[in-house]
């Protein structure tokens, strides 16, 4: 089974749906289950409403999962297995105030040394435990040898015990840690492969060492992706826009481009534009490259371009609030100067709209009330003729103010190019 696990506490982000695409589609490619693991056990920074938002998101870009699973049902079990840790004596219960931890690292920190558990409780005995009434922690042991596994996309990494350190697994209200929390689950839902971020990297070996220590002897592969970098070569963050899921869609860029951007960059495609479900025919977790993927928009327009083109006509055309096969198709042809759906609306929405031209009125006025008798063309050129020679009007003076009064804009495409689009609308749109 494969999964993703994300958390209710903001906005999805483009790195979130990367790993969110690259599990659905080696869970295809294996046959193997998709699994959704909402990972809500941190109640204060949790939103109410982002779960259902991820979900949303996630069926948007044509994820489908076999399976939901909200982390904060397997309290009991993780509670459970942290309790056997304890009698097996590969954890302890850990007596330290967070005062006087946070003093320790500040001095730590004058000595210009990392800060490491000084394992003031890690000797205590039973009865010194029982006998102390004070809050206290659960910290699982450090290892007595470096962990090693190796990475799907990095090869062979390997963790110095001191590296790992005598990290806490369960609060003092008795609520698991993410690295706990994490690694039981993936145990108790038989996890054969973890694909996420190489944020992530750290937190792999305590993982693996607490499933060691509970006697699950299942290999569990990882792959960490390398993080996506912003157009100024750092790394993403809140402030840039185009790190948010929502805000891409809100621009007017299709999940179908999306998508397709996010499986090619820092990747060996056979093609540059393609859907999801040719994605999964050909892709390759070992063709990642294992150095930051840049993010590049401009690029992502490009490609928004190419799938608005692709698409059905009139699932554009009501993409952008309209009906109609040849609305779809107009909308495909504004692609020429306009990158989103957003801003092929603003066109669309203009011819459509109520016009005036202040710079040719008299002539925008003569041409609007011949246009409205006059009989249907299919050519431009002949419509075009039948306003001139009835008008008397030519040059600027006719297709200034003919532009404004098919368009609604002072310049654009070629009237004959768009013409074949919005013939059978002249009636809505001159008026």
């Known amino acids: 089974m494969y999964r993703f696990a994300p958390s209710p506490t903001g906005d999805m ?8 695409l690259f599990n ?10 998709f699994l959704i693991r909402i990972e809500d056990t941190d109640k204060a920074r949790n939103i109410e409403g982002k779960d259902r938002e991820i979900l949303e998101i996630l069926s948007l870009f044509g994820i489908r999962w076999d399976r939901i699973n909200y982390q904060s049902e397997n309290l009991k079990f993780h509670q459970q297995l942290a309790t056997k840790l304890l009698i097996d004596k590969k954890a302890f219960a850990c007596f330290c105030t967070p005062e006087t931890l946070e003093a320790k690292r500040e001095a730590a920190k004058a000595q210009k040394i990392a800060y490491r558990y000084d394992g003031t409780c890690k000797h205590l005995s039973d009865e010194e435990v029982l006998n102390n009434e004070q809050p206290f922690v659960i910290r699982l042991k450090k290892p007595d040898a470096p962990v090693t596994f190796t990475d799907l996309i990095k090869g062979e990494l390997s963790f110095a015990p001191d ?10 209200d008795k609520t698991p840690t993410y690295n706990f929390a994490c690694a039981v689950d993936d145990m108790m839902f038989d996890i054969s492969t973890v694909i996420r971020g190489e944020d992530h990297v750290s937190n792999t070996p305590k993982q693996i060492l607490i499933r060691q220590y509970l006697g699950y002897d299942k290999e569990i592969r990882y792959a960490h992706l390398p993080i996506i970098l912003n157009e100024a070569g750092k790394k993403m963050s809140k402030r840039d826009n ?6 891409l869609l809100e621009q007017g860029i299709l999940p179908e481009a999306i998508a397709n951007y996010l499986i090619l960059i820092g990747n060996n495609t056979p093609s540059e534009i393609f859907t999801l479900k040719e994605a999964i025919e050909w892709f390759d977790l070992k063709k990642i490259a294992k150095a930051p993927a840049k993010f590049d928009y401009k690029k992502l327009l490009q490609i928004n371009r190419e799938h608005i083109r692709r ?19 107009l909308a495909q042809f504004y692609t020429e100067e306009a990158s989103t759906l ?14 005036t031209c202040e710079d040719f009125h008299e002539e925008f006025e003569l041409l609007k009330d011949i246009a ?17 020679q009835t008008s008397g009007l030519k040059g600027k003076r006719l297709f200034k103010p003919l532009r404004v009064l098919l368009t609604g804009a002072q310049s654009g495409p070629n009237l004959s190019d768009l013409y ?7 009636g809505e749109i001159i008026k």
């Open 13 to 20: 982000h483009i790195g979130n749906l990367r790993v969110a």
């Open 24 to 33: 659905f589609i080696c869970a295809r490619q294996a046959e193997e289950p």
């Open 163 to 172: 590296d790992i350190d005598d990290f806490v697994i369960m609060r003092v």
């Open 420 to 426: 074949p689009y919005i013939k059978n609308y002249l």
């Open 311 to 329: 698409a059905d006509a009139k699932e554009i055309a009501a993409k952008i609030g309209y009906s109609g096969e040849d609305i779809g198709k």
């Open 372 to 388: 409205q008798n006059a009989p249907f063309f299919v050519e431009f050129d002949d419509f075009k003729a039948h306003l001139s």
């Open 342 to 355: 957003h801003e092929i609306k603003e066109k669309i929405d203009k011819i459509f709209a109520p016009k």
């Open 242 to 247: 185009a790190s948010s899921v929502k805000w």
